[in-house]
């Protein structure tokens, strides 16, 4: 089974709530614009419409962190008595997830009895681990010894220019993951780059560009 990477759509009920906050906020700056402040009629509605969504929220909260406890010591439950069970437990999070949620984290260190700080030295001294949501996409500039004689240097720093990150991060809005490898195995296509799983060589700045574009329309037909 793939990896679930987080990007489910979220359910409709969600995005509405995310529109009715965004129309909340553009509404309330043009009765400020118009009055200069916020009229006691109106912040009193919205006070109590806060309430109602506030102690919702608080319920929808509590039923998340409950699932996330319910998660880890599944996990644990399953792993307990196999050698190495940390590792296990995390590569099983790591392939489900896409990446180690803090949260997950924390409820794995109480259910197996290990101080978090522990689990944090393992996850950050795997490369395979990652501590933050994966993009929608990933770019992988290669920077083995042929790719880097000729040119990826020069690609990496188009690609943060492009994505407007540094190199092992993800883009705000979680469409793109960008990441330094090594080596891919493909020396005699030096420059190369792997966009989600494809390799792409013999490139040129403005080669990424289109294929960071191409990943974007292919995605988008889809």
């Not at 393992?122 to 000729?150: D, E, W």
Request: charged share 25%; glycine share 8%; hydrophobic share 40%.
């Amino acid at each position: 089974m793939p990896p679930d990477t987080g990007h489910t759509e979220l359910p409709g009920q969600l995005s509405t709530w995310k529109d009715e906050e965004a129309a909340l906020l553009e509404s309330l700056d043009q009765i400020e614009q118009k009055h200069g402040f916020i009229p006691r009629h109106i912040a009193e509605e919205i006070s109590r419409v806060l309430e109602v969504k506030l102690e919702r929220l608080r319920k929808l909260q509590s039923k998340v962190e409950s699932n996330v406890r319910k998660e880890a010591e599944a996990l644990v439950e399953k792993w307990k008595d196999e050698e190495g069970s940390l590792i296990l437990i995390l590569h099983e999070i790591q392939n489900h997830h896409g990446y180690v949620p803090r949260e997950l984290a924390m409820e794995v260190s109480y259910a197996l009895g290990v101080k978090l700080a522990r689990i944090y030295e393992v996850i950050t001294f795997y490369h395979y681990f990652k501590l933050q949501p994966p993009g929608r996409h990933n770019l992988s500039i290669c920077m083995g010894t042929a790719c880097y004689l000729k040119g990826a240097p020069g690609l990496l720093t188009e690609a943060k220019n492009l994505l407007k990150v540094e190199e092992g991060s993800t883009t705000p809005d979680r469409e793109w993951h960008l990441d330094v490898v090594r080596c891919i195995g493909c020396c005699g296509m030096a420059p190369a780059m792997v966009i989600d799983g494809k390799v792409h060589g013999r490139l040129k700045g403005a080669d990424l560009t289109a294929h960071v574009a191409a990943a974007g329309r292919k995605e988008a037909v889809a």
